[in-house]
């Protein structure tokens, strides 16, 4: 398996499991800076690699009411400004090829959202910049299928590939998550991400939003490290129910430390049996 590197963070390759977690989208800077506090605290105590998580713009909304962030500029300069404060490597979403140069600015790893991850503009551009990409499985993609939006950012040059399993459609506004797929994208070659907190969502499930069950982000999550997973991937918002965009998917900040203590636990478990 390639190791990846995010900032000075290595994974995959028998490295330790790193949390990829933040909230959905940057509402303003308090809490950006607020989560960035708690999660680096807590990160500390258990002795886990950190990445923080939030998009700078969310794209894909259910409607024309949907928030869609502050800005994008005011938005990367939050994080920018989060991250020299805590030296934390930045994971946000691109869209659209010509936002890739500006977001690698900022960010140490462009992730491709599910919904985009066969736009090869996108995922070209994405590999050029240099910088670490996560691709999210697309809902409508079986898991082998992810060889080649793989093949395309690493016709770049880039090799610093995660792929991040987030759910496959199940019927009309419902996701399911097939473990054995963890296992299948691992054969790719690059490190495995499974995302807790979109596979629980209901797309378009609360009419003009999206619903989501999140009494089933710690048994996926604990689920996943038993498989054996590379990266977590939480978002977390210190009051979900208020949260501009995901409200229903995203972990309260407060429990985020009692999950990763039994995410870390198993994973502990699964790696003394495969080495």
């Given amino acids: 398996m390639n190791s990846v590197h995010i900032g000075s963070i290595p994974v995959g390759a028998g490295h330790p499991l790193v949390l990829i977690a933040g909230p959905c989208v940057v509402e303003s800077r308090e809490m950006i800076f607020r989560t960035a506090e708690h ?24 409607s024309m009411q949907g928030f869609t962030g502050i800005g994008m500029d005011e938005a990367l300069g939050i994080l920018a400004e989060m991250k020299a404060r805590f030296g ?11 936002e890739a140069a500006s ?8 992730q491709i959202p599910a919904f ?5 503009d996108l995922l070209l551009a994405a590999g050029e910049t240099g910088r670490a990409v996560n691709i999210k499985k697309g809902q409508f993609l079986a898991p082998d ?3 080649h939006p793989v093949e395309k950012v690493a016709s770049t040059g880039n090799r610093n590939i995660l792929v991040t399993e987030r759910g496959t459609t199940f019927g009309y506004h419902n996701l399911v998550v097939d473990m054995r797929g963890l296992t299948m994208m691992r054969s790719l070659g690059y490190p495995v991400v499974l995302d807790a907190t979109h596979s629980v969502q209901l797309p378009s499930g609360g009419g003009g939003q999206s619903g989501g069950q999140p009494e089933f982000i710690a048994p996926l999550a604990r ?3 038993a498989v054996g997973i590379d990266a977590l991937f939480i978002e977390t918002h210190p009051d979900p129910a208020k949260a501009l965009s995901d409200a229903a998917s995203q972990l309260p900040l407060d429990r985020a430390e009692g999950l990763m203590r039994q995410v870390l636990a198993i994973d502990a478990a699964y790696r003394s049996t495969t080495t």
């Fill in 88 to 98: 934390l490597p930045v994971l946000t979403d691109i869209h659209t090829a010509e």
């Fill in 223 to 225: 689920a996943g490290a």
């Fill in 39 to 62: 999660l680096t605290t807590m990160a500390g105590r258990l002795g886990v690699p950190l990445v923080f998580k939030s998009s700078y713009k969310k794209a894909n909304r259910t």
């Fill in 116 to 120: 985009l991850c066969r736009q090869t």
């Fill in 145 to 147: 299928d992810m060889r």
């Fill in 103 to 110: 977001a690698a600015r900022v960010a140490d790893v462009l």
